[in-house]
Each structure stands twice: as structure tokens, then as C-alpha cells.
């Protein structure tokens, strides 16, 4: 079955530690994305990547980093800088197409503390 | 700012009656539409979308309604059942852009 995967689906981390949350795809699609969602809110985009090796910053992307070096893959990093990293973060993917849905997968819980 | 929003946080809906969705926007360069359906503890699931030369589009008991003049978009699901009981966003992509902006989300319950 194609899809995205997400890995874990719960993570716990002490303040002050980087984390790296893991998302991979088989549907062939060059770009993928990775948004944060907040309790009662809804998406905001942290990072996207609309091919390998190339990834732009969304509109929060302060305290994350991430790589692009497979198409098939896009980790996204969540460091100490970031002030409020406790979230539900989402990975996508699309086709690069223009008016082309994106593909989500299940998530991955962080909760720092 | 551009925004994209839905009018109401929640909806109760009594099973088997049709469910109506609404959703504005105020990006006038916008020009793809997309309602995701997001159960509990679960990614966003594609449902229908729209691109902005056509007002109507139907899915599979869902059709989505677009109104440019008045910026609005609306998610009617036909024959509500218990399964339906989600999150619904609506998303909204710019000419040229490959970022979609959601809006906040309705919450739908549907009543037995």
C-alpha cells in the first residue's frame, strides 16, 4: 500500500533536547511538507520541500530544522530553540503539480517537558 | 492578512439529515480548494476539492460549493452517519503557490 509514515506516533522528551520526528513516503512525490497543529487550530506550516536536496521555510519555522537528501524522506527536527514544541506534527506529501491535494500521514504526538 | 476560515467551531447534526459546512476565505488569488476530514489522534484525509473556475463539484454523498464573488465555500455531506463525526478544514491554495492554508476547522458530531 502507498502512503506516508510517521514515526513514532508518541514521543516524549525532556526540555532542553533535540528531537527528530520521522516521515517517509513510497508514493513517489517530490514534494513533502510538515505542518504543526495545536489543540482547536488548525495547520501551520513549519517546512517544505518541492524536491531532494532543496526545502523552504513555512510559516513557523523558528526553533526546526530539516533534510532533504531522499526523495522518500523528510525528518524534521525539532530543537531546543523552539519555545513551545509540545504539538501534533503532521508530515505530507504531493505530486509537484499545481492544484494537486496533499497526502497526510497519522502523526506524531510530541510532548516536551 | 489573508486568512481562511470556517464560520462555526462545532455542529451537531442529527443522523440521516444533511450536513452543511461553511467555510471564507480572503485570498482573491486563491484558486484551489480542498476539504480534509480529520478523525481523532489522525492525519487530515482528502474528501473533494475544487478549482476556482467551477462553482460545484460532487463526491460521493459531499458536494462543495464555491462562491468567488463572496469568497465562500461550503461542504454539504448528504445522509449524515455516525462515521462522519470529524473535524472538517477547508484549505486554500494561492496562483503560483504550492502551500495550502487551512482554516481553523468545524467540529461535527453526529447525534443517534
Known amino acids: 500500500d502507498g502512503g506516508i509514515t510517521q514515526s513514532p506516533k508518541y514521543l516524549f522528551r525532556k526540555e532542553g533536547q533535540n528531537v527528530t520526528l520521522s516521515c517517509e513516503q513510497n508514493?513517489?512525490?517530490?514534494?513533502m511538507y510538515w505542518y504543526r497543529q495545536d489543540p482547536g487550530q488548525g495547520l501551520r506550516l513549519i517546512y517544505y520541500?518541492?524536491?531532494?536536496?532543496?526545502?523552504q521555510k513555512g510559516d513557523i519555522a523558528e526553533g526546526y530544522s530539516v533534510s532533504r537528501e531522499k526523495k522518500e524522506s523528510f525528518p524534521l527536527t525539532v530543537t531546543s530553540a523552539q519555545k513551545n514544541p509540545t504539538a501534533f506534527y503532521l508530515c505530507?506529501?504531493?505530486?509537484?503539480?499545481?492544484?494537486?491535494?496533499?497526502?497526510f500521514g497519522n502523526g506524531t504526538r510530541l510532548t516536551v517537558t | 492578512g489573508e486568512s481562511v476560515g470556517l464560520h462555526l467551531p462545532t455542529l451537531s447534526v442529527q443522523e440521516g439529515d444533511n450536513s452543511i459546512i461553511n467555510c471564507a476565505y480572503s485570498?482573491?488569488?486563491?484558486?484551489?480548494f480542498i476539504w480534509y476530514k480529520q478523525e481523532s489522534g489522525k492525519g487530515p484525509q482528502f474528501i473533494i476539492d475544487?478549482?476556482?473556475?467551477?462553482d460545484k463539484r460532487q463526491g460521493q454523498r459531499v458536494t462543495v460549493l464555491l462562491n468567488k464573488t463572496v469568497k465562500h465555500l461550503s461542504l454539504q455531506i448528504a445522509a449524515t452517519q455516525p462515521g462522519d463525526s470529524a473535524v472538517y478544514f477547508c484549505?486554500?491554495?494561492?496562483?503560483?503557490?504550492?502551500?495550502?492554508?487551512f482554516g481553523a476547522g468545524t467540529t461535527v458530531t453526529v447525534r443517534a
Open positions: 505530507a506529501s504531493s505530486v509537484k503539480a499545481l492544484n494537486s491535494p496533499l497526502h
Open positions: 508514493l513517489n512525490h517530490d514534494a
Open positions: 520541500s518541492q524536491i531532494v536536496n532543496d526545502f
Open positions: 485570498n482573491s488569488a486563491s484558486d484551489y
Open positions: 475544487i478549482r476556482s473556475n467551477m
Open positions: 484549505a486554500e491554495l494561492s496562483k503560483g503557490d504550492y502551500k495550502l492554508s
